[in-house]
């Protein structure tokens, strides 16, 4: 395959990964649009070092990712599109980074072949679409390895540098989502400079010139956040850090040690038909020959380790692998490519044969499954009434895998490396490509656009509240904040949030303990727009009906009404 029409597959690639229909879909709850909002009050409120959520100090995550938000949706409006961009910018700016990495190290044919894998495996596909900070963190983790590897190829001013631009990009790492961002570079790193047995490489790394550099990319934000809140160092590196990594049942994110086995299994699809054999190979015929392609397996296997020990789990803490595996991978298809007949070849040739048999399993599944679409509710955290129109909205992807599967066969009766690797290639962004219609009713039932859509048009001076609910993404829809009424603050998904209104007894305006709902609102001079479950139905049909007003079903559980203010008489001092 000629450099330039891998290159213009890339290109091809890349835009469908990362751009293309980027707003079609509302902002997925809770994730999207809770970050989203916080982008969307810094960058009303303009206050760029303490971050907010529905008007509350917010500091989970440092600001960095806020800020690039916010600042998307000052230059391009209030919408998913300019929501999504930094991440979708941070995407496209990763696979570029990999090809000119690879293309330094082993040429530009490999540095495309890497390029076009990793942006066609659907972990990274996913968080190069999504309003989370996942995808920024990779960028600067994966910039410290590559820096900190070809620093130790270099000599003098040009290895300082290398380090030095490696420091750099572990600080704003750090920016981007607090100690993992300068802890993962450090200990691939320090793992491989021991392998290699790089003397003095360690020091060279920790340099203090280095470290000066790491702490003015992070000390100006963090010293000012100290200042402004004393409780975060505390909570920064005791609660969302240390306690992060140690414990499993606070943070409902504790998974079996296999996990990111699973992960790399289905997320590094349909690449991850290749590594099993790959992998037996590359120990048994030690491929692994250039320093660089050992860099890369104790990148995955330091990576992999360290988060499988830790008790929080999530598949994104291992995107950089994505990037480490499609450079091996590259270079296995880099050696397919030049000689069909290599054992490389037919390496790839029998991991299509599995691809293929995959495909069709999966078209069979889901033209079978459809009509139990209903099932999948559950496991969606949806309603069956929602979950419905997934079976009929399934049937292209159907037909795309079936597709695919023929195309793996050609392929193979043709004992093709270059169609082997366009099968490879082609299959997420054209999947993903007929499975939008399944992505827009799992979207629309889990965004609170649907439920914004649904809420009739509120004047300014109406009160928007939510008793023990918060549509996640609602506040951004409606460009407003909302007063929570609630036990704990827990519906803002915000540990630091929780963790502030445990220990202080003054909670902030925009969050009202459940226990005074009763005097709130009967204290309130303005309209009330209350917003509730299932569960607080009743209470708010007999509010509705003692105020002249009806009650709408905004979502299959959540109710909505107006409530206008009570008269003088009845207000509750």
């Known amino acids: 395959m000629q450099e330039r029409v891998l290159a213009l597959l890339a290109v091809a690639v890349i835009f469908a990964t990362c751009c293309a229909r980027l707003g079609r879909l509302p902002l997925l709850a809770p994730d999207e649009g809770r970050n989203a909002e916080v982008g969307r009050e810094m960058s009303a409120s303009g206050a760029w070092l303490v971050p907010t959520y529905n008007g509350v100090d917010y500091l989970d995550k440092p600001a960095f990712y806020f800020k690039a938000v916010g600042l998307s949706l000052a230059l391009f409006g209030n919408n998913e599109t300019a929501a999504r961009l930094p991440s979708a910018l941070f995407g496209a700016a990763l696979v570029a980074l990999v090809y000119i990495s690879c293309r330094r ?23 190069a679409r999504t309003v989370i900070f996942d995808i920024a963190l990779a960028f600067f983790v994966c910039g410290a390895i590559f820096a900190g590897y070809l620093a130790e190829e270099s000599e003098g001013r040009s290895q300082r540098n290398w380090h030095m631009l490696g420091a750099a990009c572990a600080g704003l790492a750090t920016l981007v989502k607090g100690p993992v961002g300068f802890l993962i570079p450090a200990l691939v790193l320090l793992v491989f400079y021991r392998v290699e047995r790089r003397q003095g490489a360690w020091k060279r790394l920790l340099a203090p010139l280095n470290l000066l550099v790491f702490l003015g990319v992070t000390l100006p934000w963090f010293v000012g956040l100290c200042l402004a809140h004393r409780d975060f160092l505390h909570y920064g590196l005791v609660e969302e850090s240390f306690n992060r990594f140690t414990t499993a049942k606070k943070f409902h994110r504790s998974e079996p040690f296999y996990f990111y086995l699973l992960i790399v299994a289905s997320m590094f699809l349909p690449w991850s038909f290749l590594l099993p054999e790959a992998t037996v190979a590359t120990w048994k015929r030690r491929w692994a020959k250039h320093p660089a392609d050992r860099l890369c397996l104790v990148w995955c296997v330091v990576v992999v380790v360290f988060f499988s020990i830790s008790q929080s789990k999530l598949p994104q803490y291992i995107l950089t692998v994505a990037v480490a595996c499609g450079i091996l991978l590259a270079r296995l298809f880099e050696a397919a490519l030049a000689n069909k007949d290599s054992y490389t070849a037919r390496l790839v040739r029998r991991g299509t044969v599995a691809f293929a048999i995959v495909c069709f399993v999966t078209a069979l599944v889901v033209v079978v499954g459809g009509t139990e679409a209903r099932a999948l509710a559950k496991p969606l955290h949806m309603s069956p009434e929602d979950a419905e129109p997934l079976g009929r909205a399934a049937l292209p992807l159907a037909v795309a895998a079936a597709g695919f599967g023929i195309f793996g066969l050609v392929a193979l009766a043709r004992r093709s490396s270059t169609l082997c690797f366009l099968s490879f290639a082609l299959f997420l962004p054209l999947c993903g490509s007929t499975s939008f219609g399944v992505l827009k009713v799992i979207f629309d039932a889990k965004s609170g656009r649907s439920v914004a859509e649904r809420m ?18 609602l506040p951004f829809y409606l460009r407003r904040t909302a007063t929570l009424i609630s036990r704990n603050g827990a519906e803002l998904t915000s540990n630091y949030i929780i963790a502030t209104l445990e220990k202080s007894s003054e909670w902030p305006n925009q969050i009202v303990p459940l226990s005074h709902f009763e005097a709130w609102l009967g204290n309130r001079r303005k309209p009330v727009y209350l917003i509730v479950r299932k569960n607080g139905l009743h209470k708010l049909q007999d509010l509705a009906a003692s105020r002249g007003t009806t009650v709408q079903q905004l979502a299959p559980e959540l109710w909505g009404a107006p409530l206008p203010p009570p008269s003088p008489l009845t207000r509750v001092e």
Request: charged residues 10%.
């Open 105 to 127: 190290v082993y040429g530009a044919r490999c540095g495309l072949l890497a390029a076009i894998i990793v942006a066609t495996m659907p972990l990274f596909l996913t968080y």
């Open 456 to 473: 009739p048009p509120l004047p300014a001076e109406t009160e928007l509240a939510c008793l023990e609910c918060f549509p996640n993404g």
